[in-house]
């Protein structure tokens, strides 16, 4: 495989309600991440929804990181997808740690395309999955 990008997938629960709607905090754990991720920030939109819960969405030059919060539950999940230079794994224990989530999970994916396609031939034919 041509690897492109690296995308991690979080979960995490029993972080405390008042971080998860705090779309200040959330704010600032993402720049904090952004920066322990080597990435640079090209926009940071965030929104709170009522009567609870935080989205936010970094678009970056790497490619991106969101999160999305459930206060009610503890929970958020976010995703944090690197491409080329930049350090996912390293953004993502910050902002685990900045919400103060007691449980997580991490999957890695790893993005991109079979070697023996050209780029040319990757982006005019799909792919063959099996099943």
């Not at 819960?53 to 970056?60: H, I, K, Q, Y």
């Not at 996912?88 to 991109?112: F, H, N, W, Y």
């Not at 990757?122 to 999955?129: E, K, M, N």
Request: proline share 5%; hydrophobic share 45%; aromatic share 8%.
């Amino acid at each position: 495989m041509k690897k492109v990008g690296t995308h991690l997938v979080l979960e995490a629960w029993q972080a405390p309600e008042s971080l998860l709607n705090d779309p200040d905090c959330i704010r600032g754990a993402l720049l904090d991440a952004i920066a322990a991720g080597e990435a640079t920030l090209i926009d940071l939109c965030v929104h709170q929804f009522s009567p609870h819960g935080v989205t936010a969405t970094a678009t970056l030059a790497e490619s991106h990181i969101a999160i999305h919060t459930w206060p009610e539950y503890g929970y958020f999940a976010a995703d944090f997808f690197f491409c080329g230079q930049g350090k996912p794994t390293q953004a993502a224990d910050v902002l685990r740690t900045a919400m103060q989530a007691q449980k997580v999970s991490i999957q890695e994916i790893e993005r991109g395309f079979p070697t023996a396609l050209s780029q040319a031939d990757a982006s005019l034919q799909p792919l063959q999955l099996s099943h």
